[in-house]
């Protein structure tokens, strides 16, 4: 299976620190509200996720969602999430470190597709 969403070494020893510190995690691809189009990581308490969320995958054990509409736009592009120095204006966990995570991604070759790992719409996990 080829993963829809992966993350840097780097970002992930954040997403460790962070999880020390607020315990369970998710991500949330924002839609362009307060940060731009940023990837969001919040604890899994203060973060509802709703039916219209699409689940793309895991990364560093975290579930990793954006809404089903904009979806439609990223579904033949592979997600990284990767961090970069500055403040996001979000409520993202990372802020105060005085970075901010990011998403880079790259299209899937036509041989990828039909491999691609399946999302689950709405809020229901496996």
């Given at each position: 299976?080829v993963?829809?969403?992966?993350?840097?070494?780097e970002?992930?020893?954040v997403v460790?620190?962070?999880?020390?510190e607020h315990?369970?995690?998710?991500?949330?691809?924002?839609?362009g509200?307060?940060d731009?189009?940023?990837p969001m990581?919040f604890?899994?308490?203060?973060?509802?996720?709703g039916?219209?969320?699409?689940k793309?995958g895991?990364?560093?054990g975290?579930s990793?969602?954006?809404?089903?509409?904009?979806f439609?736009?990223?579904?033949?592009?592979?997600l990284?999430?990767?961090?970069?120095?500055?403040?996001g204006?979000?409520?993202?966990?990372?802020?105060?470190?005085?970075?901010?995570?990011?998403?880079?991604?790259?299209?899937f070759?036509d041989?990828e597709?039909?491999?691609?790992e399946?999302?689950?719409?709405g809020?229901?996990?496996?």
């Amino acid at each position: 299976m080829v993963k829809r969403v992966l993350i840097t070494p780097e970002a992930e020893e954040v997403v460790h620190r962070l999880k020390a510190e607020h315990g369970d995690l998710l991500f949330h691809q924002s839609g362009g509200c307060c940060d731009g189009s940023a990837p969001m990581c919040f604890s899994v308490n203060d973060y509802r996720v709703g039916d219209n969320d699409v689940k793309l995958g895991e990364i560093a054990g975290c579930s990793f969602y954006m809404s089903r509409e904009q979806f439609e736009y990223w579904k033949h592009t592979q997600l990284i999430i990767d961090i970069t120095k500055g403040r996001g204006a979000s409520f993202s966990l990372e802020i105060p470190l005085g970075i901010r995570f990011l998403t880079k991604s790259r299209l899937f070759s036509d041989e990828e597709l039909p491999q691609l790992e399946p999302v689950l719409i709405g809020a229901g996990e496996e």
